[in-house]
C-alpha cells in the first residue's frame, strides 16, 4: 500500500504567495534570447523578483589566444573595460522587461566555462533561483540544463524556445516523495500569484507488477485496480494533508507504465494535454533518488522543447 512519509506529515505553513530574493539569469547576447527574455518577462509579470542579476559569460583568454594570438587578452580587457557588453546587456533586456515585478536589476560579465560561472555567480549572491533559456536540445550559451540541474544547489527554470505565455495548466509528478511535496507545494505558492489560479495536474505513473509466478488468485485486470484504488486513497490522504482548501484547482490523474520510461509519459501527457508548466523535484523515490538528478528530471529535461520547468531543490 502506498503511504506518506511519515516526516511529510509532519505540520507545514500554507504556502504563501511564490516570490524569489535573488536570481540569476544566464543571457548569452544572441538572436536566441529574444523568446528567453520575452518569458521572463511574461513570468517575472506574474511572479516578483527582488534582485535579478543577468549574466553573460565571455570566453576565457586563452582560448581566444589560440585563435587570435598573443594579443587577444588585452582586446578582451579593453571589450570589459569599456562596458561594451554591460551596455548592450542593458540596452536589451531592459527594453523587454518594461512590465516585470522585479525591484532591482543588474548585469555582469565574467570570463570562463558558462556553467561553472553560471554556479559561482549564483553562490555569490546566495541566489534562491537561477534561470537559463533552451534552445532546441542544446541551450544557446552552451550550458545544457540536466547539467545545471544537476550541480545548482537553488531551484533553476529552464525555459525551452517555444514557450508560450501561459499558466493555466501545471504540471506536478507525483510519486509521494519529500522531492514531489516541495514541488507540489511549490506548484501552490505559484498559484497564489495569479489572478486566475491555474489547473494543478498531479500526475503518478505506476507499475504493474508481473504476478505470474505467484498463485494469488487474481487476474492482471483485478491486480491493475488494486493498484490504482490504492493510488488513490495515496492522492485523497496526500492532498487532504497538503493541500484541504486548494482541492477546486487540483486534478490526479493515474498513467500506467508499460515500458519502463516514467519520463516519457510524463512528457506525452503534458504534451497531449496542453499543459504550459511543469514543476518537479530534482530527485524521485526510487533507485535513482541515490544520483545528483533522478532519471525522470533527465529525461523531462532533455527532451523538453516547449514547456518551462522549474527543478525544486
Do not use: W
Amino acid at each position: 500500500m502506498t503511504t506518506l512519509n511519515p516526516s511529510m506529515k509532519e505540520h507545514l505553513a500554507v504556502p504563501s504567495p511564490l516570490h524569489f530574493q535573488q536570481a540569476v539569469a544566464a543571457i548569452a547576447l544572441g538572436e536566441a534570447d529574444a523568446d528567453f527574455l520575452h518569458y521572463l518577462q511574461f513570468f517575472t509579470s506574474q511572479v516578483p523578483v527582488k534582485n535579478m542579476n543577468f549574466l553573460h559569460v565571455l570566453p576565457e583568454f586563452n582560448l581566444l589566444r589560440a585563435f587570435f594570438g598573443s594579443g587577444s587578452e588585452s582586446m578582451i580587457s579593453n571589450f570589459e573595460l569599456n562596458d561594451e557588453v554591460v551596455r548592450e546587456m542593458e540596452t536589451k533586456i531592459k527594453a523587454t522587461l518594461n512590465n516585470a515585478n522585479i525591484e532591482q536589476i543588474r548585469f555582469g560579465v565574467r570570463e570562463g566555462n558558462p556553467l561553472e560561472e553560471l554556479l559561482k555567480e549564483a553562490a555569490d549572491n546566495q541566489a534562491d533561483l537561477v534561470l537559463i533559456g533552451q534552445k532546441s536540445s542544446r541551450s544557446q550559451h552552451g550550458i545544457l540544463a540536466r547539467n545545471l540541474a544537476r550541480k545548482v544547489t537553488c531551484h533553476a527554470l529552464v525555459v525551452p524556445e517555444a514557450a508560450k505565455d501561459r499558466l493555466d495548466k501545471i504540471m506536478v509528478p507525483i510519486d509521494f516523495s519529500p522531492n514531489a511535496l516541495k514541488a507540489f507545494l511549490m506548484a501552490l505558492a505559484l498559484n497564489k500569484c495569479l489572478a486566475k489560479p491555474a489547473q494543478i495536474i498531479c500526475v503518478n505513473v505506476y507499475e504493474t507488477p508481473s504476478m505470474a509466478a505467484y498463485r494469488i488468485g487474481k487476474t492482471p485486470e483485478e491486480i491493475k485496480a488494486i493498484i490504482e484504488e490504492d493510488r488513490h486513497a495515496a492522492f485523497r490522504d496526500f492532498l487532504r494533508t497538503y493541500a484541504p482548501e486548494e482541492t477546486d484547482h487540483i486534478q490526479t490523474v493515474l498513467i500506467e507504465n508499460v515500458v519502463g520510461d516514467i519520463g516519457m509519459y510524463l512528457l506525452d501527457y503534458a504534451y497531449d494535454k496542453g499543459v504550459d508548466f511543469i514543476i518537479t523535484g530534482a530527485k524521485g523515490h526510487s533507485k535513482v533518488e541515490l544520483l545528483l538528478l533522478g532519471s525522470v528530471t533527465e529525461r523531462l529535461l532533455a527532451d523538453n522543447d516547449a514547456i518551462p520547468t522549474l527543478i525544486v531543490k
